[in-house]
């Protein structure tokens, strides 16, 4: 009923730039919280960035001043321009979204598929 898909991963070299792009569908009537986690290997997975619908961010301190999370309401999409990249940087990064959908009553937690970030040294 609902989908994530994630865009914007690849291959960058140290100190460079990659957006990653996050778009909700299906049967969705509202959506709360946004963000993006990511999992390197042999790693659990960590919380990078949150958006609510208003705008109020959250970032990990690794990624204050080099990541910049942001939204489009109308297009139920969600950002994140990394700047300033490192090789600890590389990792899988999903994005995930607190939906309400036509068929529930409640708020669920949703995951797009990840999207594979690289940075080479």
């Known amino acids: 009923q609902v989908q994530l898909v994630e865009s914007g991963g690849g291959l960058v070299q140290a100190g460079g730039s990659l957006r990653l792009s996050c778009a909700a569908s299906?049967?969705?009537?509202?959506?709360?919280?946004m963000g993006w986690y990511r999992q390197a290997p042999g790693n659990k997975r960590e919380l990078v960035a949150t958006?609510?619908?208003?705008?109020?961010?959250n970032y990990a301190d690794s990624m204050k001043g080099r990541f910049t999370i942001s939204r489009e309401n109308a297009k139920n999409t969600v950002y994140l321009q990394m700047n300033s990249l490192k090789p600890e940087d590389t990792a899988v990064y999903y994005c995930?979204?607190?939906?309400?959908?036509?068929?529930?009553?409640?708020?669920?937690?949703?995951w797009g598929q990840g999207t594979q970030v690289t940075v080479s040294s």
């Open positions: 958006i609510t619908r208003i705008g109020s961010t």
């Open positions: 299906g049967s969705i009537v509202s959506i709360n919280a």
């Open positions: 995930y979204a607190i939906i309400k959908t036509y068929s529930g009553n409640y708020y669920w937690n949703y």
